[in-house]
Structure formats: structure tokens, C-alpha cells
């Protein structure tokens, strides 16, 4: 599996999940808003008004302000645009966020993996869902915990802590 494909398997467990940004971050980017509150046709502003106003944010919208600053070169671009789209302070944020969430869900995948569960790292696109059959070394859960004795015990159990 090339490293793309491996990187698109991660994100796609990602999709879906949002975020709450910290107020460290929110305070350093209102703070940047005011001191460049003349500049609002800057490349930036828009995005800094709209974290303000919305901090919890799905990966999909982390992902993109990822990109940017993997695009940009901090020293080439207009320092005003550089600090309106966060600066240095979002860009550790979401640099750090987003390597942390990519390593939690490729470590699930790894332990998965290792329990004996095939296909964790296969594109969403590939064959159905998830095989979730046990292998042959995991034990089933034995039937004498699905028993009819037993039922008849957790249900006078219940009833006693009722009367209680």
C-alpha cells in the first residue's frame, strides 16, 4: 500500500468528527482580528471571523487550514495574511491535533490488526464492511451466559435491589 492510500485510510475514520478549539488559540486570533480589523479584504480574515465564531470545528475544516500552512512559506507570503489565517499559534494547534488524531486511529488499526481482525486497512471504497467474525483464536462468549437459570437469577437480583 503506497503512502497515499494509507493517509486517505486515516482520514476517512477522521470525517465526520469535529474539534473544539482552545481558547488560547481563540484569544490569539481575536486578538490578531483587532489589530488588523482594517484589513478585511486580506486573505484570512473571513476564516478568523468564522473560527471566532464557530470554535468547534470538524476535521474537514482542520485539514484545510493544515494545508494551507503546509503550502505556504511563512517567510514569502504577506506576514498581515500569515497572521489573520492564525500565525504560528494555530499552526502548532492543528499541525499537532491532526498528528495526534492520525496516530490514535492508526494505532486502533494496528491493534485490530494484531487481534487478528482482518481488513483495517483497506479504502472505504473496497468490499463490504468490516469483517467482524472472530478469529479462531478469540474465544465466543459461552452459552451458558445467555441460559435461561441465569436470566431467572439477574431478574430476581433486580427485584431485590427494587425492594431496596
Known amino acids: 500500500m503506497d ?3 494509507k493517509l486517505y485510510e486515516v482520514n476517512s475514520k477522521l470525517i465526520g468528527m469535529t474539534y473544539d478549539i482552545p481558547d488560547e488559540v481563540l484569544i490569539h486570533i481575536k486578538n490578531t482580528l483587532k489589530k ?3 484589513h478585511k479584504t486580506v486573505k484570512g480574515y473571513k476564516r478568523a471571523n468564522f473560527l471566532v465564531n464557530n470554535p468547534n470545528q470538524p476535521y474537514v475544516n482542520l485539514a484545510m487550514i493544515k494545508s494551507y500552512f503546509d503550502n505556504v512559506n511563512k517567510d514569502e507570503v504577506n506576514p498581515v495574511e500569515y497572521a489573520l489565517n492564525g500565525g504560528d499559534v494555530l499552526n502548532v494547534w ?8 492520525k496516530e490514535r486511529v492508526q494505532g486502533n488499526k ?10 483495517q486497512f483497506r ?14 483464536n478469540v474465544m465466543d462468549t459461552p452459552d451458558i451466559m445467555f441460559n ?11 427485584k431485590l435491589i427494587n425492594k431496596i
Not at 94 to 101: A, G, N, Y
Not at 110 to 119: E, I, K
Not at 150 to 158: G, V
Open 3 to 5: 503512502k497515499n492510500s
Open 36 to 38: 488588523f480589523k482594517d
Open 110 to 119: 494496528v491493534a485490530r490488526t494484531n487481534a487478528g481482525m482482518n481488513g
Open 94 to 101: 492543528v499541525q499537532d491535533l491532526i498528528k495526534r488524531e
Open 148 to 158: 435461561s437459570a441465569l436470566l431467572e437469577d439477574i431478574t430476581r437480583i433486580k
Open 123 to 136: 479504502k472505504d471504497s473496497e468490499g463490504d464492511d468490516f469483517n467482524t467474525d472472530l478469529p479462531n
